[in-house]
């Protein structure tokens, strides 16, 4: 954070690596606000109680009443809202077919009929030997 030490008065942790590589106190670096003095002064007169409401005085000022909701505190919705009739947004297709069985219902990882991709590969390696054995 670019002025840092001119808003909080208060050096940062490059600076102060910087003082005490020069052999020099930080402290000394620091706003005088926030030094003992400086606080003792500050708390030295007494602070008041601020009385209760039923105690203020009575004003002849207009009541100031907040302003009207003009949207409800929560997040946007994102969705349209449909009406009851109307069909719910989903997938495009709600049909899956199984690329191995070429059968509508399920995909390949549930498929049970036809040759799972682990049986397929072994047919492959099987077939390729027995190929290369017959020449």
Known sequence: M??????TGIPCKHAVRAILHSSQDPIRF???W???KMYKQAYASIIRSIPDPEHWPEMQFP???PPMMKRVIERPIKNKKR???EEQKGK???TVKCSI???FGHNVKTCNGGLT???KKGKRTISTRSSSKAS
């Not at 670019?2 to 808003?7: M, T």
Request: aromatic residues 12%; hydrophobic residues 25%; positive net charge.
């Open 117 to 119: 991709a682990k049986q």
């Open 101 to 103: 069985c070429k059968e």
């Open 92 to 94: 495009k297709s709600k």
């Open 83 to 85: 009406k009851a009739d």
């Open 34 to 36: 926030y030094s003992c």
């Open 63 to 65: 009541l100031i009443k």
């Open 30 to 32: 620091c706003s005088d």
């Open 2 to 7: 670019y002025n840092a030490w001119k808003i």
